[in-house]
């Protein structure tokens, strides 16, 4: 069989879309008695395969989110028509799909619809993004909670499948840490000790404004060395996190790092003596899997898809609660007996996550859409 993968909207790999892309297609590729076509920019040639004329075909098109919407609606399904593909795997279809996909189609939310419809989006695209999801034949999403949430917007629940994004063990892993008061990841040198929480900063509900305040407040009635490490690209939400911290009389205490590249967040990770997770919009939640897995400590908001990821290894708290916030903080990192459970249970849990169970089940799903199509 064929299948056709569009690597629109996955922000060429520099997202999480773009990081679930580049983490299955591998083992897709591999996969026995199939051949793979992906078509997107030019500039995502090599990002997610090998970027071969066979495998990978550029379509010429301006570099904005408006052009490519508009290509989707009324060029796309001509242009894949033509490809001879049995199914066709939407990686970003919260941002970019067809309107009445004519080939079947498996479109992937990694979002929660419900609260991208409501932003500040036109009325059009909202239109037509809600469209495309009801005409879709299979939706995969990483979560329950995504799922109920589409349910709710009108998607039957029977053409929505549940596949748990995995994480990359031979990245992310325990490690035995150099007891050196920095960690030297280029191009930073981080004074240890540090908690870190990273997530890119495009949304206020992603409660970085909150967590400076928590760890202000933290910082206050402990006087602990801690550090906090903020990781993530900017975003709408960027200015008023840099001012907040401007503003904080910890300020000398916290480290926006902007973007960090993938690979090198394990030793950052590993290197922190706790990870922190205040979303209160995250329908994945794959960072607290990637800490996890790497040794340590965890302690989440409890909305959203943060419970069902992290299962009972979590330590969760209400995310517009800042005193709860700082307590939390403040207990996991002295509860030497909850620290060791934390660590050791999050360490069992996170192997239940790989890319290969996912790019499996995907696979699974696109043939059953070619299928269903005959």
Partial sequence: MKFGVDTFGSDHGRSGIGTYLASIMPHLLKAEDTEWLLYGSELDRYTYCDGSASQFVAVDLPQSLSAERIWHYFSEQKFIGDKSCSAVLYAASSRVAPLFPKVPSVFVVNDIASVYLSSQMDAIAKFIIKRSLLSSQFIIVPSAYIRDDLVRLGVKKERISIVYDGINHSEFYQRDMMDGDVVNIKPFAIKRPYIIYASSMHSSEKKHIELIHAFEKFKAKTKMPHKLVLSGSDGSATESIHQTILHSEYASDILMTGYFPHEALPELYASADAFIFPSACDGVGLPVIEAMATGIPVTCASRCALPE????????????????????????LTDTPLREKLISSGLEWSKRFTWEKTAEQTLEILKKAAKNAK
């Fill in 309 to 332: 990821i992290s299962g009972n290894n979590a330590l969760f708290f209400d995310p517009d609660n800042i005193d709860e916030m700082a307590d939390c903080i403040e207990k996991i």
